[in-house]
């Protein structure tokens, strides 16, 4: 695939939906996929597509979520997921670009996650700090939190 042809943009929650739960859900419900604060006004989607015969498909996805970390205002980064078939070829880090259009929009700086562990060494090319212990998500494995403050 020429990632030339890939389009990074805001993106509506059902355009990117169904890659989030095939990447990040299969075999469990489908309500998984959705998350508490999705609908949020606050809450920006963004999405890395290419063209087809058919349309755009979605081949990436990130949403933030505006929320409170150790009682400071953070944008939680929830829900990346690359198509398979395109994993290792820099979408990831196109959509983490997505982190400079909310500091643009808004004076939070502080983003933070809950990363599987074989997401650390990604997030940790990008800047990112593992910020707790690991523990562990029924059903989704090892995890830890990760944090990374843009801009300052």
Request: charged share 20%.
């Amino acid at each position: 695939m020429n990632t030339d042809l890939i389009t990074y943009r805001q993106a509506d929650l059902d355009e990117i939906l169904a890659l989030r739960y095939a990447v990040l859900c299969s075999g469990r419900p489908w309500a998984e996929a959705c998350f508490i604060g999705d609908d949020d006004p606050r809450t920006h989607h963004f999405g890395a597509f290419i063209a087809t015969p058919r349309g755009q498909a979605c081949i990436g996805c990130v949403s933030y979520m505006m929320t409170d970390h150790e009682g400071e205002p953070a944008w939680q980064l929830r829900g990346m997921a690359t198509r398979p078939d395109v994993a290792q070829r820099g979408i990831g880090r196109g959509l983490a670009a997505a982190q400079r259009v909310l500091c643009d929009a808004s004076p939070v700086r502080l983003f933070w996650c809950k990363a599987r562990r074989v997401a650390i060494p990604f997030y940790e090319r990008l800047g990112w700090r593992i910020a707790s212990d690991g523990f562990v998500i029924e059903h989704y494995g090892p995890h830890c939190k990760m944090t990374v403050r843009i801009g300052t």
